[in-house]
């Protein structure tokens, strides 16, 4: 099998995901996948776990986070940020440090269980990171479900833009027809601005039953 899933969650996303990294990993094993990207929330406390039981299992592991990013409002200085979602994974050493620096800027600056960072922490932070776009609580996502197609456009841009075009279109098909239309909508994106679209599936639990 030639899929790679780039988006998966943990038990160690606290209240979201349902799985231990060892479990994660040898589900991925068992189905014959290409690699497997761990991306908690705002979280690298499962890394060491996976990274070991990936090893020992012959499965090309991958590093990364779902990071919340607070974006300002557009109308209003005084509105609140719109809190989104942004996977990034670690491509080399610096990537993994950047990372984690951004995981204790997140909870250090922010009221205890509601971390997130800013754009500009981000473009302080971006070197050896690649981004998705996320799920649909994606900065991108989120414009493009609303049918703001120039404003998703946009908000790719500076995503490219802060990380050197180390970023991909995030899409996913869960048998939802609303998943479906903003799918369509994100791939116009990623055509619009000549880059790759991928899909993930946004795993929350190892197999179906523990859902």
């Given at each position: 099998m030639l899929y790679a899933e780039l988006h998966c969650h943990s038990c160690?996303?606290?209240?979201?995901?349902?799985?231990?990294?060892?479990?994660?990993?040898?589900?991925?094993?068992?189905?014959?996948?290409?690699?497997?990207?761990?991306?908690?929330?705002?979280?690298?406390?499962?890394?060491?776990?996976?990274?070991?039981?990936?090893?020992?299992?012959?499965?090309?592991?991958?590093?990364?986070?779902?990071?919340?990013?607070?974006?300002?409002?557009?109308?209003?200085?005084?509105a609140e940020p719109l809190l989104t979602h942004l996977p990034l994974l670690a491509e080399s050493r610096e990537g993994y440090a950047n990372l984690s620096t951004l995981v204790t800027i997140g909870r250090r600056d922010r009221p205890r269980g509601s971390p997130a960072v800013s754009l500009d922490e981000l473009a302080s932070h971006a070197g050896g990171l690649f981004a998705l776009t996320g799920c649909p609580r994606g900065w991108v996502a989120t414009l493009a479900e609303r049918g703001e197609p120039d404003a998703a456009c946009d908000a790719a841009a500076t995503l490219l833009d802060i990380f050197d075009r180390r970023v991909a279109i995030e899409c996913w098909d869960h048998g939802l027809p609303e998943e479906r239309v903003t799918t369509g909508r994100l791939i116009e994106v990623a055509r619009a601005l000549d880059i790759p679209w991928v899909v993930t599936n946004d795993v929350h639990y190892a197999r179906a039953r523990d859902r």
């Amino acid at each position: 099998m030639l899929y790679a899933e780039l988006h998966c969650h943990s038990c160690f996303s606290l209240l979201d995901g349902a799985a231990l990294p060892e479990v994660l990993v040898a589900r991925a094993s068992e189905l014959g996948l290409a690699a497997l990207a761990l991306t908690d929330h705002d979280e690298l406390g499962g890394a060491v776990r996976f990274a070991i039981a990936a090893h020992e299992a012959g499965l090309p592991g991958l590093i990364g986070a779902e990071l919340t990013v607070a974006i300002p409002g557009r109308d209003d200085a005084d509105a609140e940020p719109l809190l989104t979602h942004l996977p990034l994974l670690a491509e080399s050493r610096e990537g993994y440090a950047n990372l984690s620096t951004l995981v204790t800027i997140g909870r250090r600056d922010r009221p205890r269980g509601s971390p997130a960072v800013s754009l500009d922490e981000l473009a302080s932070h971006a070197g050896g990171l690649f981004a998705l776009t996320g799920c649909p609580r994606g900065w991108v996502a989120t414009l493009a479900e609303r049918g703001e197609p120039d404003a998703a456009c946009d908000a790719a841009a500076t995503l490219l833009d802060i990380f050197d075009r180390r970023v991909a279109i995030e899409c996913w098909d869960h048998g939802l027809p609303e998943e479906r239309v903003t799918t369509g909508r994100l791939i116009e994106v990623a055509r619009a601005l000549d880059i790759p679209w991928v899909v993930t599936n946004d795993v929350h639990y190892a197999r179906a039953r523990d859902r």
